[in-house]
């Protein structure tokens, strides 16, 4: 995509541009069999807001089952290119915002400066750059003007919040679970507190040989501005055609990591987007940690559960695991959602067992199920805790990926290995 020196940022701007996109890809949708005007037009509108705006595209454009089958291609294709090419800012732009969160000149802090950006996406681009002791780095920068047009884009979200929080029931909580949706996209904009958990997933994975988190360098970090170690690597679409004992490999990595990160660490990532993996021969590289959302110690002990009862197929402990996790309280949502988690926890009911894209648009559009609990304003309908509302972002972002490398995994044996050192973390702690 284009160079463009500013990111609009006006929230009646931006809630325009957004609306277009959805009238002129339902009539593209209407017109093309296989989608393509609808993507492309998309793909370019959404890639020059950045922001919310571009996240929402990303996540159309690798996320199973949230496109009709016959249009699928065609996002994937073009909506795919916004984990990595978003529209670019100015070079110009992005070296002032570097020299004055370094509070120093560019040549000051680098050896060396490539303001040809590898990569941009939704809230910055970046760049590759030598520090004066002859490291590479990566540079990842803020676009200047997103802070102000992620918070237009939640202002616009919060007008759509009020009118669903008048249609839905009282128990949908849609306040509550806004702020935290806002919470976690503001702390995106907050690099200090990104290199802060990075550090945090580096250490606490250090010892697993299989996998890397790059290393922060501090002294060239402020509030928008980010340098971590530059790590290469093939990408997903790259290893997807390697040997199947190369790519269950890397599922096994992948699992453990996001799995262990959370029953363990109390800890997700939950933006596990295709372009955040790079594979580096036996090792997969995990980038990205703008958007994380901690466990509490009661929703940890409720997902061990539930983990524990599907390794052993008992049916019974897993749906009382689950009612404990959503706090449901019985009757037909409670047996619904029941229903929808089991699907999910289908990798280690069955395991071994092959993600793929077919299983996992069935999951993602079984949620449809669920909403309409809320509008038909069923009384044994509870919202989802706000702790857990990303977990649906991990769940179906996460098995996406998984999906494109097409390999059954013994999932079941990593997870008991996980549990096992929960339960052994617990014990010291008593």
């Avoid at 679970?177 to 907050?190: G, N, S, T």
């Amino acid at each position: 995509m284009a160079d463009d020196p500013t990111v609009p940022t006006g929230r009646l701007r931006r809630l325009a541009k957004l609306a277009g996109v959805g009238a002129r890809t339902g009539a593209s949708l209407l017109l093309s069999r296989d989608g393509k005007g609808a993507a492309e037009h998309a793909a370019n509108v959404l890639g020059s807001l950045r922001g919310l705006a571009a996240k929402i595209g990303q996540t159309a454009g690798y996320v199973d089952g949230l496109v009709p089958d016959e249009h699928r291609e065609a996002y994937e294709r073009t909506l795919g290119k916004l984990q990595t090419s978003t529209t670019r800012s100015s070079s110009a732009a992005i070296r002032q915002l570097v020299e004055d969160e370094l509070a120093m000149p560019i040549d000051h802090a680098f050896g060396e400066w490539n303001d040809e950006p590898f990569a941009s996406a939704s809230i910055g681009q970046v760049h590759r750059a030598r520090l004066h002791d002859g490291r590479d780095v990566a540079v990842k920068v803020q676009h200047p003007g997103i802070a102000e047009a992620v918070e237009s884009d939640l202002r616009n979200a919060s007008t759509f919040e009020s009118l669903v929080g008048v249609l839905v029931p009282k128990s949908l909580n849609v306040q509550q679970l806004f702020d935290v949706v806002a919470q976690r996209f503001r702390e995106e904009l907050d690099y200090e507190l990104e290199a802060t958990r990075q550090r945090w997933f580096a250490e606490f994975h250090a010892g697993d040989p299989y996998i890397r988190v790059p290393a922060v360098i501090a002294e060239r970090s402020r509030k928008r501005v980010l340098t971590s170690d530059f790590v290469q690597g093939n990408t997903l679409d790259q290893v997807v055609d390697l040997p199947s004992e190369r790519r269950r490999h890397y599922a096994e990595v992948m699992w453990r990591f996001v799995f262990r990160s959370n029953l363990v660490g109390g800890m997700f990532n939950a933006d596990p987007h295709p372009g955040n993996y790079l594979f580096d021969d036996d090792r997969v590289v995990f980038l990205d940690f703008g958007c994380v959302q901690p466990l509490d110690p009661s929703s940890r002990v409720a997902a061990r559960t539930m983990k524990a009862a599907a390794i052993r197929g008992d049916e019974t402990a897993f749906a009382g695991g689950c009612a404990a996790l959503l706090a449901t309280k019985g009757g037909a949502y409670e047996a619904a959602v029941v229903d929808y988690v089991r699907r999910c926890f289908e990798p280690l009911f069955t395991s071994p067992f092959l993600i793929d894209r077919q299983y996992v648009a069935a999951v993602v559009r079984h949620t449809q199920t669920l909403k309409g609990f809320a509008f038909k304003r069923d009384p044994s309908f509870v919202s989802v805790p706000p702790g857990l509302v990303f977990i649906n972002r991990l769940q179906f972002g996460f098995y996406s990926v998984l999906a494109r490398l097409a390999v059954a995994v013994d999932y079941a044996a990593i997870e008991r290995e996980i549990l096992d050192e929960a339960a052994e973390l617990v014990e010291l702690r008593q």
